[in-house]
């Protein structure tokens, strides 16, 4: 029996050879680099947001509009069978109050340690250093070559990822092998991606978190956009779950409105800071607003809204508390675009998924071969979406290739 061929050793390739290998298959696993998941090893600083502790349609919904392809491979491992496998190879994960699943260890390489060993429980043939140039199929078998030479496959299963971090690996392998055999490509772009802002006075705060925030984006010719959640100041301009989540509807340039202060209303916020003023008269204003600022900010923040911060709290009366209220909830920042492919945690676009069947995985134009993961146009929010759907992905894609190919390895019989 010719073996399943997987392209790619991500959580995703991962998933797809151990399951198939599970399933019955031979299955040989295909690596370009010289050590696999390395790109796992990075996610979540390093930690492993490996999943969410969210229901399925709550899951589904994070994929921007794209999410109900993803219903076959949720139904097939969702968080509980992936949590169960990771426990049977050794690593237990635990939830945090965000609602998010890590390794109990707080290591990413724990958790490819134990989906290496899944693969190698099964009998899966790992070959690293193997960059494949080609994949065909003119009669019969799947033709790989690769810089290690030709490799015949019964089925293959694409899950290189997609462009993010190209220091790991992911440098769209996978776009160019689909378009050789005739799949569209969705162009794709960074997601999940810090912004680059114009105001150069952000470079002395980088570091600074600012929790619940709540950020609208404003760009010619489209309708804006609000999110709110939490916000990081970086040398470069603004990150954080809530610029991440923005980051997908981000065109070009733009201006961000950043309400700072979003559980207060305008006057409510007003007469806060008049009470301040009233109870600290002898101190100067930037050192009133601690209690609703960190205190990095209060001064740069000020001078942006051209209000003088060594005044007295004493001299400052309700106009002055009105002009704080309003640049505590519009500061605003010019966005002149992302921090690019190299710093997205992934890649919107991809493979296109009508040309894919979601109950198996399988090309709808070429039988026996499959894709998973990344590499497909599927991108979901931050908080362990993505890393979840790659699992789920993989595990349907090896499941179906290992049903399909022993099946017609019996007929042949």
Request: hydrophobic share 40%.
């Amino acid at each position: 029996m010719l073996p399943i061929v997987v392209i790619g050793a991500g959580p995703a390739g991962l998933l797809a050879a151990g399951r198939a290998a599970e399933c019955g298959a031979p299955v040989r696993l295909l690596e370009k680099n010289h050590e696999p998941g390395r790109k796992l090893l990075i996610t979540g600083a390093g930690r492993c947001n490996i999943t969410s502790a969210v229901d399925r349609d709550t899951f589904i919904g994070q994929f921007f509009g794209q999410g109900r392809f993803l219903y076959p491979a949720l139904q097939t491992m969702y968080r509980e069978e992936l949590l169960d496998l990771l426990a049977r190879h050794g690593i237990r994960c635990q939830v945090d109050h965000q609602g998010k699943y890590f390794p109990v260890t707080g290591q990413a390489s724990d958790v490819l340690a134990a989906l290496l060993h899944y693969d190698q429980k099964q009998g899966v043939q790992l070959m690293t250093d193997s960059t494949v140039q080609s994949i065909q199929r003119v009669q019969g078998p799947f033709e790989i070559k690769s810089n290690q030479g030709t490799v015949l496959a019964g089925a293959v299963i694409v899950t290189t990822g997609g462009m993010t971090y190209p220091v790991t690996g992911s440098a769209g392998d996978g776009y160019r092998l689909a378009a050789q055999l005739g799949h569209s490509i969705v162009p794709p772009r960074p997601a999940l991606v810090p912004f680059v802002v114009k105001q150069t006075y952000l470079h002395e705060l980088a570091g600074l978190s600012l929790p619940d925030v709540e950020v609208r984006l404003d760009q010619p010719g489209q309708k804006p956009v609000t999110r709110r959640g939490d916000m990081l100041l970086t040398h470069k301009g603004i990150s954080g779950p809530v610029i991440l989540k923005l980051s997908r509807e981000l065109q070009s340039s733009a201006d961000v409105h950043i309400n700072l202060l979003p559980s207060f209303t305008r006057p409510e916020l007003i007469a806060a800071i008049l009470r301040e003023f009233a109870q600290n008269g002898r101190q100067h204003i930037k050192n009133c607003l601690d209690g609703f600022l960190p205190h990095r900010l209060v001064a740069p923040l000020l001078a942006a809204a051209g209000i003088e911060s060594d005044r007295m709290a004493a001299q400052a009366g309700r106009h002055i508390a009105e002009q704080i209220a309003r640049a505590m909830s519009d500061w605003t920042l010019t966005v002149t675009g992302t921090q690019g492919i190299h710093s997205a945690m992934v890649t919107a676009g991809g493979v296109s998924l009508r040309e894919i069947n979601p109950a198996s995985l399988e090309s709808r134009l070429v039988p026996g071969l499959y894709f998973a993961g990344e590499v497909l146009d599927l991108d979901g929010d931050t908080g362990g979406y993505n890393l979840q759907a790659a699992c789920s992905t993989g595990y349907l894609a090896g499941q179906s290739a290992a049903a399909a190919l022993l099946r017609h390895t019996s007929n042949d019989r």
